[in-house]
């Protein structure tokens, strides 16, 4: 997901029944992390992507948005993209696709 749909994502997905096999997301946050841990059935790893010039979405929301998954027993990894404003990069996108195709069975 990108901005609020990293928002989505990050609420929808850890709540399903049906879990889904990985979650990136850019320049976005997590709404209530304190409801996480208790209201988890599913925890798909996680990759948060975020430009540290991001005027929308402050950089400070990866971190926080990490150290609660993270807390809440998920696979995390997250990357800031040094320059990068309220967008996707090249350098972004790559990490991406090379954690999806990871992740993701054959």
């Known amino acids: 997901g990108f901005s609020q749909g990293t928002m989505m994502s990050l609420h ?3 709540r399903r029944a049906q879990p889904i096999a990985a ?7 997590l709404l209530q992390p304190e409801a996480l ?37 998920f696979e995390t990894y997250a990357h800031v993209c040094k320059g990068l404003g309220h967008s996707i990069d090249n350098e972004g996108l790559s990490l991406a696709l090379g954690f999806l195709h990871e992740k993701l069975p054959a």
């Open 12 to 14: 929808i997905a850890p």
């Open 23 to 29: 979650l990136v997301g850019f320049s976005g946050r």
């Open 37 to 73: 841990a208790a209201e988890t059935t599913a925890k798909p790893p996680v990759l948060l992507i975020h430009g540290d010039a991001d005027p929308m979405v402050p950089v400070q929301s990866l971190p926080e948005a990490a150290d609660a998954l993270v807390q809440a027993g």
